[in-house]
Structures are given as structure tokens and as C-alpha cells.
């Protein structure tokens, strides 16, 4: 269990800048939070993302009218626990420009297909370079595309002189040149390299 939690958190954190210690933050809380809830751990939502997780919003007061024998002491210390876990995810993703970047195309993808990534988000490189004006390549149903994550875009854009692309095994950061060389044949190795070189952009 845990190491299927740890191997989720790694995932999420891919792109992230020092993220050793969430990791295993999550990894624990994760184990705990599942031994504490025995056969309720059925119905826990326990993403790494900590909007997605069970203990955060109406999530929570809802598993309460549900199961209200959890409302003890141990699960109080597990909330406080989840929150000091948001509070270092939010330390990361503040650090993480490109992790950053995902989760904005992330949300963008969603509104626009209802999916975690559509090639349609690969697109808007082209459409920031040109200004950012008129309408994007996305059907932003949502309306997550405000201005500041715009800005944002465009600036992470503009400093690494790069983007995100979806493969089967993950996402990528590639710079413009890397993505020319990316060989159509067998790209996973020259893609993992990259990532193995990348540099970091902490504090862009």
C-alpha cells in the first residue's frame, strides 16, 4: 500500500523542485489514513493533489454524515496532519514553475475535454509567442483561462524557452530545440534523458 502510494506521489511530483520531503510526507499519510480507516478506506480519496482529497471542502463533512464514527480524535489529528501536507505542496508548487505550468494545462485540458491532458494544450506555445491574442486553441468551457494564469503561461514560456508535452509514460518539458529532436521511432529513451538533464527553473 504504501509503496503504491509512494510510487503516486513521485508521479505527481515529477516536475517538482525538491520534492523529496512531500513525497514521503504523502507516503506515510497515506498508509496512516488507510490503517486508521480500515474498510472505510474503500471510500477515501486520498490524491496528492490536496484539492482532490477527501479531507479537504465538503468532502469531508460528507463522509461524516455518512460514517459519523470517525469523528474522533485520531481522525482530527489526520486532518491537521493533511493540512500541513497541503501547506508544503503549495511551498513546492510555488518553487516548481514547471509543475506549475501542468497543473494549469491540467485544468485547461479538463475544461476543454474532460480529460487530465489533451493534445490541444501543446498547442498554446504558438498561440502565447503571437501575444496571446484573440482566441486560444481551446474550447475553455470553464473558463480557466483568467488572465493571471495566462500571465503565467506566458512567462514560464518565455524563461525556459520551452513547454509540456504528453507521452505515454508521462510529461515532458522539452526547449523548442529539444522538441525537433525528438526521434518518432523510439522516443522514450531520448524523452527520459531529458528529464534527467533538465535544468532547474526553482524560483522562475
Known sequence: ????????????FALAERPDDAISLYSH???ETMTSAGELGRELR??????????????????????????????????????????LHQKIL???????????LSQISESHASTSWSDHVEKLPEWIDEGAKGFPPIDDRDGVMTKRIIDRMTHIRATTKGWLYGYIWGNYFLTDAQLR???SDEPFA????TRTARPSFEGL
Open 1 to 12: 500500500m504504501e509503496n503504491t502510494a509512494f510510487a503516486r506521489a513521485a508521479n505527481h
Open 29 to 31: 499519510l497515506f498508509h
Open 46 to 87: 486520498l490524491s496528492p493533489w490536496p484539492q482532490s482529497s477527501v479531507f479537504f471542502f465538503s468532502d469531508y463533512n460528507s463522509l461524516l454524515i455518512r460514517h459519523p464514527e470517525i469523528e474522533n480524535a485520531n481522525f482530527n489529528l489526520l486532518i491537521g496532519k493533511w493540512w500541513r501536507y497541503a501547506l
Open 94 to 104: 510555488d518553487r516548481s514553475p514547471l509543475m506549475e505550468l501542468e497543473h494549469y
Open 181 to 183: 529532436e525528438v526521434p
Open 190 to 193: 531520448y524523452l527520459e534523458a
